[in-house]
């Protein structure tokens, strides 16, 4: 099954939770970024708890190791069951995060390649590659991988074998969830989600994709 992953974008405290709270019954995971803890703080996942879905902190961490394992640390203490770092930082940095997530029986998603047009003047010529293999050398769950470009993620794929891939980039950034949907684990939807009308019926046609 692929899963559907609300990107929850916004940086209104009541909004969010009544966007989580309506879109729930059609996800399989929400991730929280900085705009939303920067506006209403770390403490929002005790309310986002409730909807009993897995939180995945998407603060794309990238510094040095003991900076990377003390952010990690605040963000499993604060309830999320998962975490995304960069890797273009280098092994050890990786590792820190790699590791932190384990001590506390949760999982570490290495940005392989990122989905908006720009990512690609520095991830090419096998930066990405390189960085998918780091993944796999650290011992990281899995992999972010763009939705806007399925050829890459095939080629990811390649490298990664089993390990998950989550997809960003569906939707508003032009992705297709119905293509990319067969070669990963899990697609990431933010905009065409939650400014919709009805962010609920729009989970809903998104939702289709949980039965490829």
């Known amino acids: 099954m692929t899963e559907l992953i609300l990107a929850l974008d916004v940086t209104g405290k ?11 019954p059609y996800l399989d995971a929400i991730k929280v970024g900085y705009p939303l803890i920067l506006s ?42 998962s975490i995304i770092c960069h890797g273009f930082t280098g092994k050890d940095a990786v590792q820190a995060c790699v590791d932190t997530a384990s001590d506390y029986g949760g999982a570490c998603f290495v940005v392989a390649e990122m989905s908006h047009p720009g990512a690609t003047e520095f991830f090419f010529g096998g930066t990405a590659e390189k960085i998918a293999h780091l993944a796999i050398e650290c011992g990281a769950d899995g992999i972010i991988a763009p939705a806007t470009r399925p050829d890459r ?6 490298i990664i074998g089993t390990r998950k891939i989550l997809s960003p980039g569906v939707g508003a950034q032009g992705g297709d969830a119905d293509e990319v949907a067969k070669l990963v684990d899990g697609i990431i939807v ?9 962010p609920g019926t729009a989970a809903g046609k998104f939702a289709r994709i949980r039965s490829k």
Do not use: M, W
């Open 40 to 81: 209403a703080g770390l403490s929002i996942t005790q309310e986002l708890e409730t909807e009993d879905l897995p939180l995945i902190a998407d603060f794309k961490v990238a510094d040095i190791p003991n900076t990377n394992r003390l952010i990690a640390e605040q963000v499993f203490d604060a309830g999320f069951s």
């Open 14 to 24: 009541k909004e969010a939770l009544a966007i989580a709270h309506e879109c729930a």
């Open 190 to 198: 933010g905009r065409a989600i939650y400014e919709a009308d009805t």
């Open 153 to 158: 993620v095939k080629v990811l794929r390649d």
